[in-house]
């Protein structure tokens, strides 16, 4: 079994992953470079319960077992470690919890309560995570070639691979894993719409005396606007900040995604204000990305309606460093013995936007040409 699964983000990488462990051939294709996009430029969060009493609920559940298995079992160097959580806002009353509570935020952050503890938070980050799913991928024999790919290659009306960089590519199976680019593919398949949200962040280089806590912040900025921050601390010593989304449109080209104008000055502001550690440290990289979203909010993990052999992955919005690894292994199921038993998929069929169909144009609307 020959499988070309379509972008190097989490979700691509994922499923090579489980793929290739199952002994497939696979090949991925990725137009710029692996962890170039999201999942090079996310939070890493990860969560066993956030999901629970939501169709997304037992996908979070196996994914969060299995970054634990994967960190130990692949010996993992994508700073796997378990946090603790904190919620809390700024500029309000004096902080409201006794007891343990962060010691590097400012005076002026009022923690409100701990949300997650070290046996239901954890972290990983996200850019070594996604590469070292590919390397582990690669050590079992699958490949990654760069460039753009295309179209897809048709027989008799069956897909049997794609066009990449000018060359026909065949393959007993296809897997659309493009993040937001997903959308671009709905020029040659029946697929949903799945579009681009923009988030801003920092990442500065804070040293080792952080400890391991996660902080979810509320904050009204001077002009009113409500504001969210996420606040990870890595064991690498650096610290991500990320906390202002946009509307902005998503460029054909990956390599072109850039902050909007004045985004990152809000949220530097916003960091001062935060931590006295944040106020003096270097920052590393100031950035942004887009998460791929659905018109219901689920991701799309399944058959393409109305083809044999082609599959999609995306759609993971918050949550896709999260939910990749489960969504790799039971794409890896679903592919290689036709259905999955790891992971219910049957809330993520993509047939179940497909009536959305219309909204498409709208939702293509909203890309640079
Ligand atoms: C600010 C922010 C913070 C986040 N924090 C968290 C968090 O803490 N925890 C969590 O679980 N999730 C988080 N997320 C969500 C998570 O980052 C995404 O859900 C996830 O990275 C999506 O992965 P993906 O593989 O679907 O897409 P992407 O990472 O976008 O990858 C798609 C890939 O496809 C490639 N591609 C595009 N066009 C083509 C083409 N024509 N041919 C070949 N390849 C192509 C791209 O170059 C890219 O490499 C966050 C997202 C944002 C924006």
Redesign the pocket.
């Known amino acids: 079994m020959r499988v070309l699964i ?8 994922s499923i090579a992953y489980h793929l290739a462990a199952r002994g497939a051939g696979v090949v991925v ?18 969560a066993l319960d956030w999901c629970d009493g939501t169709p997304l609920m037992a996908l979070a559940r196996r994914s969060f077992a299995l970054h634990a298995e994967l960190a130990e079992s692949l010996k993992g160097d994508w700073g796997y470690r378990r946090v603790t959580t904190y919620t809390g806002g700024m500029g309000r009353t004096p902080a409201l919890m006794g007891g343990a509570e962060p010691g590097w935020i400012s005076p002026g952050v009022t923690i409100a309560g701990q949300i997650g503890s070290i046996a239901t938070t954890a ?1 990983v980050h ?1 850019a070594a995570f ?1 590469i070292g799913m590919m390397r582990a991928a690669e050590a079992r024999g699958a490949e990654v070639l760069l ?4 179209g897809l290659l048709r027989r008799d009306g069956d897909v049997i691979g794609v066009l990449f960089n000018g060359a026909a590519l065949e393959a007993n199976a296809v897997v659309i ?6 959308i ?1 593919a709905a020029k040659w398949l029946p697929l949903p719409p799945v579009f ?6 920092l990442v500065f280089q804070t040293g080792a005396a952080i400890p391991p806590e996660a902080l979810f912040l509320e904050y009204a900025e001077p002009d009113g606007s409500m504001l969210s921050p ?1 606040i ?1 601390p890595r064991p690498d010593g650096t610290t991500y900040v ?1 906390g202002i ?1 946009s509307e902005s449109r998503l460029p ?1 080209d ?2 072109l995604v850039a902050p909007d104008y004045g985004a990152i000055d809000r949220l530097k502001a916003l960091c001062d204000r935060i931590s006295p550690f944040l106020v003096k440290a270097p920052v590393l990289a100031s950035q942004a ?4 979203m659905t018109a219901d909010g689920l991701p799309l993990i399944g058959v393409v309606p109305g083809t044999r052999g082609v599959y999609v ?12 690894p489960a969504t790799g292994e039971a794409m890896a199921e679903l592919i290689l013995d036709g259905a999955a038993r790891s992971t219910d998929l049957s809330p993520f069929d993509p047939a179940r936007l497909a009536a959305l169909d219309p909204d498409r144009v709208s939702v293509t609307r909203r890309l640079r040409g």
Do not use: D
Request: proline share 6%; charged share 15%.
């Open positions: 379509v972008g190097a983000g989490v979700i691509g990488t294709l990725e137009r710029e470079a692996v962890a170039c996009a999201a999942s090079g430029k996310s939070g890493g969060f990860l972290q996200p996604t460039g753009e790919t295309e894993a493009m993040g937001p680019w997903s671009l681009g949200l923009k988030g801003h962040s996420e990870f990320c989304s054909i990956p390599g990305c887009f998460r791929p992955a995306t759609g993971h919005s918050v949550w896709g460093i999260l939910n990749a």
